[in-house]
């Protein structure tokens, strides 16, 4: 439902040029829809499974190391000293921030739910750069399309696996969901091909390190959530990572 809501606002909001989509286009909306979103969606659904969640969160925020490692690989990219270091620093952050209290020592129990987990994070960090080819036209149009053939692909493995036909969702739920589908999935998405145009897919991988950190000062302050000194300290870390991936600020911390 959710998604026609988006279709009626893009139709009256965007002019007939922004609505204009090349041809050529369509191959990348099948290919970014399948590594972004149908991939993943199996992945860390059958990995979380049997991976306790501060694990599968350290795994997930793998996600910039693959985007580097694949850029460098397989799409000739050069990276610089300082986006190596930060992306170091950036996931050392997030070990912290996800570290729990009887250690990691639950690592080894499950491998095939943490290669799924890391699959997904390849995954997710293959599809950026692939959001790269998105260069032109409306990012709220390519999204919206992203998203119509990640769902014509998902829905029948739901209804064939997972048997969702089945689920009784409550009024409520079912608002949570619209939510979620309009700000998680709409939303993001657009703004993820804006900044992916602008910055790059490997300043965009970087949200995997913010998320968690905004989550856990939203949690602090509106939910009244408590922050251990080891969460502070990645909290710490990964804000550092954001000065080192900028050579313009540590040029000028160093000039100082």
Known sequence: ?????????????????????????YKWYIIIAFFEVVLPFVFIAQGQKS?????????????????????LAFFKRKST?????????????????????????????????????ILAA???????IF???LNEGSSVIHMRNVLLIASALLIPISLFFEQSFKLDLARSQSIYLAILGIFHAGVVYALFNRLIRQEGALFTSYSNYI???????????FLHEALSI??????????????FLDGKIITKLIRT
């Open 122 to 128: 390849m995954s997710f960090g293959l599809s950026l």
């Open 51 to 71: 991976v306790p969640s501060s694990i599968a969160a350290v795994l997930i925020g793998m996600v910039p190391i693959f985007t580097i490692l694949l850029l």
């Open 1 to 25: 439902m959710y998604r026609r809501y988006l279709f009626t606002l893009n139709w009256f909001f965007l002019s007939k040029e922004e609505r204009r989509v090349p041809r050529s286009y």
């Open 230 to 243: 080891h969460q502070l300290i990645g909290m710490g870390i990964i804000m550092m990572s954001l000065v």
């Open 81 to 117: 000293r300082p986006e190596i270091t930060s992306i170091l620093f950036g996931f050392a952050g997030i070990v912290f921030l996800s570290w729990p209290t009887q250690g990691f020592q639950d690592l080894s129990n499950s491998i095939q739910g943490n290669i799924l987990l």
């Open 211 to 221: 998320v968690p950190v905004i989550g856990m000062i939203l949690g602090f302050f």
């Open 131 to 133: 959001m790269e080819k």
